[in-house]
């Protein structure tokens, strides 16, 4: 298990990808027209709710039923069910401002199945670093749409500079019980999508 440092809590802070300010549905749409033909991930209950609102159907959405780290409002986490009911469900476990093993492992079977069937994976935690090790996991040219905190949705394109940056950061996380850093070593994507 990996956990954030003081240190990187102020570089995380800071999108990672081209942020389009904004709430609601257009933020989403100006971000997904970024998209190469590849996989398509939200991470954040909000940001799938909005993409599902406009008619986007993401390839894995990332989600942990809280928004600001509060109870999502029953009304937005009942559309994301509703309209999420087709896409095979992931469990994973992950608290705040750590990386688990089992959120590796997870994300890492979501992104096998995306490329037969849409994938949810429900987070007993929270989701606020999965963006992470998804960067690491996903082949080059995904897109990854995130939230950005009372600012907007940021759109992160996965390549060869993203992925390093991001190990790069991971590296300096402070490493608990088990190595995840070598499971994302082992099962890192360097590929373009298409390519294998």
Sequence with gaps: MLKITKELRSILSKPHG???KGKGINPIKKAVNTRKNCILVCVGDIVTYYALKAKIKPDIVVIDGKSLRKSLNSGIANE???NTAEYVTIKAV???GHITEDLVEKLFNAVKLAKRT???VFIEGEEDLAV???VILLPKGSLIIYGQ???GVVALNVDDEKKILIFNLL???ERLNDDVLEKL???????HCGER
């Design 132 to 134: 992470m090790p998804l």
């Design 80 to 82: 994301i069910i509703k």
């Design 18 to 20: 081209i942020l389009y």
């Design 185 to 191: 070593r082992r099962w890192s994507n360097g590929y």
């Design 171 to 173: 590296e300096k996380m």
């Design 118 to 120: 849409k994938v949810k």
């Design 94 to 96: 992950n608290p705040a």
């Design 149 to 151: 905190p009372n600012e």
